[in-house]
Each structure stands twice: as structure tokens, then as C-alpha cells.
């Protein structure tokens, strides 16, 4: 009969589980659920947050192309907020939000405002000006010559910052576990705070996963949405 619980030189346990081990099997088929569960919190949080950061920052940043003052008081803003810690900033939201994922929500999208506004902005200030002036040569008003020729030029850069935007999400997502909505760093800090290692290391893998996904996935939209740059680079 092998013991589990044995002085030295009895044999481990079979069971990984028991043994504590960081990689297991068996934790990734009896806890399936709540990986998934946890999975789909953190791309839910994701995926709404940089969303409406994008809504927010896509008219910030053609604001200040169109009124130059503005540009200095909109990077600086949004660079302020950036530089605040994450725990400070759901701190500061804890009065208005509560404890809710509407605080991670909010804190993620001060976050992602930064890095959009920046590449919005820098993709909108690139396009040529004698194109504008073709465009409005042939009658395009502010509204088309923005939807139809500055954005769609602007969007390499935009894309770019959108890509470096959704990672930074994926890993800050984590940090709203001190708030009970963290997706995959709730299991992280609750295995951490019981040193269960194959819970820490499973969901730190998935996050990993997620950031590398979303990264594939947003290049090859880029890709596809922006053809012309394939064709100048041959």
C-alpha cells in the first residue's frame, strides 16, 4: 500500500493534484469549467473595453488633427492617465463605479486612450496633403474626405495601435482581480494566495495565449484591411 502523506522515502503520490504540480493534467479536465468560465470574463472585459476606447479616441484624434491647438491638451491628458498605476486608477473609479466590472471596464478604456489617440493621430497627420486637396477638388466635404480617404489612409498606423492596445488589455484585465473582476487573474491571485501552482500557471498560460491571438488575429485584419501596403512594399 503507497501512503500520500509519508515520511522520507515513501513514494509520492499518484494523483498530480496531491503532488502540487505545476503542470496537470488533471486540474485542466476536472477545472475545465471554470477556465472557460474565467476565459470568456477576460474577453468579454477585453474586447468591450478597447471597443469603446476606440469610439472614444477615433474622435479625439480627428479633433485635434482638425484644430491643431487641441492636439497638445489631448496627448497630454491622455498621457497622464497612462502614467497613473492601475491600482491607483480603479482606486480613484472605486467611488463612482463600485465594485463591479464596469471599474475594470472603465479603467482599461483611460488606459487604451493613450495608445489609440497617439496612432490615430500620427495616421491622420500622415496622409499627403495634396491628396486632401484632390479629394476636395472633387467636391469631397469634410465628412466624406474624413470616412472616406483620411481614415482609410490613417488606418496602418491606427491598426498598430490597436494591436498594441488589446495586448495591454489582455494583461491589465488581470489586475481587476483585487476587485473580484480579473477573468483569468482571479485564478491567478486565488492560486497564488493558496500556492496551487497548476492554477497559476494554467491561467497565466491562457492569458498569454489570448495577447498572442489577439495579436495574430488583429495583424491579419490589418493585413487584409490595407492592402496597398503589401503592394508598396514589393
Known amino acids: 500500500m503507497r501512503l500520500v502523506n509519508g515520511g522520507p522515502g515513501t513514494a509520492p503520490p499518484d494523483d498530480c493534484l496531491a503532488r502540487n504540480d505545476w503542470i496537470c493534467g488533471e486540474y485542466l479536465s476536472t477545472r475545465r469549467h471554470i477556465l472557460l468560465d474565467a476565459t470568456v470574463q477576460h474577453l468579454e472585459i477585453t474586447v468591450v473595453a478597447v471597443a469603446i476606447a476606440v469610439v472614444i479616441a477615433v474622435p479625439l484624434a480627428v479633433m485635434a488633427r482638425?484644430?491643431?491647438?487641441a492636439a497638445g491638451p489631448v496627448l497630454a491628458l491622455t498621457t497622464?492617465?497612462?502614467t497613473i498605476p492601475s491600482l491607483a486608477m480603479f482606486s480613484l473609479l472605486l467611488p463612482v463605479y463600485g465594485l463591479s466590472a464596469t471599474l475594470v471596464v472603465a479603467g482599461l478604456v483611460l488606459y487604451s486612450l493613450t495608445l489609440l489617440v497617439r496612432n490615430i493621430l500620427a495616421g491622420l497627420r500622415s496622409?499627403?496633403?495634396?491628396?486632401?486637396?484632390a479629394a476636395r477638388g472633387m467636391g469631397y466635404g469634410p465628412i466624406r474626405l474624413l470616412l472616406t480617404v483620411e481614415l482609410p489612409l490613417?488606418?496602418?498606423?491606427?491598426?498598430?495601435?490597436?494591436?498594441?492596445?488589446t495586448v495591454?488589455?489582455?494583461?491589465l484585465v488581470t489586475v481587476g482581480a483585487i476587485v473580484g473582476y480579473g477573468g483569468l487573474g482571479n485564478l491567478i491571485y486565488a492560486g497564488m494566495n493558496t500556492n496551487f501552482r497548476a492554477q497559476v500557471l494554467s491561467a497565466s498560460v491562457l492569458c498569454v495565449v489570448i495577447a498572442l491571438v489577439a495579436d495574430v488575429l488583429l495583424?491579419?485584419?490589418?493585413?487584409?484591411?490595407?492592402?496597398w501596403t503589401r503592394a508598396g512594399r514589393a
Do not use: F, M
Open 66 to 69: 482638425r484644430w491643431g491647438w
Open 80 to 82: 497622464v492617465l497612462y
Open 127 to 133: 496622409v499627403p496633403e495634396d491628396t486632401r486637396q
Open 154 to 165: 490613417a488606418l496602418p498606423a491606427a491598426l498598430a495601435g490597436l494591436r498594441i492596445a
Open 168 to 171: 495591454s488589455a489582455v494583461s
Open 219 to 227: 495583424l491579419g485584419i490589418g493585413r487584409a484591411l490595407t492592402p
